[in-house]
């Protein structure tokens, strides 16, 4: 399934759940998809943190750090 796809379904059942209320598979898929697309911005933004990097204004340049 792709993203699209993902957020196109996760919108069908916010609706559904509004207009008539969902079943009890209905939220667990809602729930499942949810999560998906959290970890696919999670992903996403990591990716972009981990190439970005940071010009001080001493002229040096360094990679953005890992925070635990």
Known sequence: MTMDEIIKRINE???????????????????ELRQKYIESVRGNLRG??????????????EKVKKVK
């Open 13 to 31: 059942l916010y609706h559904k759940s509004q207009a008539e209320g969902l079943t009890e598979e209905e939220k667990e898929e809602q729930k």
């Open 48 to 61: 972009q943190l981990e190439n970005m990097t940071i010009q001080r204004p001493d002229g040096t340049v």
